[in-house]
């Protein structure tokens, strides 16, 4: 196992998978119980994630992403959707508005920083029909899709992007 610095400089976008590689149920299993660790407003977990599998569904969803094949491709994909309603119970229109979609957001980071801890490799994906995504899972009425993580063993590692500099990204006070 890596240590937390080593995961975070391990985690590339990745595109291109091992195709006779499925993801083990116990290394899958761990990935969403790390998820659904991450902090949450209230500790509501105002979140559903959706693992999908089924090539018919991961074909689906890579069409509604502006067909980005690499989503069918990989072997599991996991959709983060948030859950307004729950939020708001506790904490009103804020809880709704931005609370549920931190919650959601943050449980997705955990996860993809914990593929990378298990071997594998993800990408982020943002870029999508929200209509066609919720179709292609028959999502129940109120659940927001917000991220889509295709997941898998990669098949390349692609070279690190460049980030900003610190100082072009932090004030100090």
């Known amino acids: 196992m890596w240590d937390f610095f080593e995961t975070v400089r391990h985690r590339h976008s990745i595109r291109k998978y091992q195709p006779d590689m499925p993801v083990e149920a116990e290394k899958l299993y761990a990935i969403l119980e790390m998820a659904c660790a991450a902090p949450s407003a209230g500790d509501l977990q105002a979140y559903r994630i959706i693992v999908v599998r089924d090539l018919a569904e991961r074909t689906a969803l890579a069409e509604a992403c502006d067909d980005q094949v690499f989503i069918a491709e990989a072997p599991v994909c996991l959709v983060f959707c948030a859950d307004p309603t729950r939020s708001a119970q506790v904490f009103g229109e804020r809880g709704a508005n931005l609370y549920a979609l931190q919650d959601t957001t943050i449980a997705a980071a955990y996860a993809q920083l914990a593929i990378v ?49 610190l100082d072009e990204v932090v004030s100090w006070r």
């Open 117 to 165: 801890a298990a071997g594998m490799g993800s990408t982020w994906i943002g870029y999508f029909d929200e209509g066609r995504v919720r179709a292609a899972l028959k999502l129940e009425s109120g659940l927001v899709p917000l991220a889509l993580l295709s997941l898998g063993y990669p098949a390349e590692l692609p070279a690190p992007s460049s980030r900003r500099r």
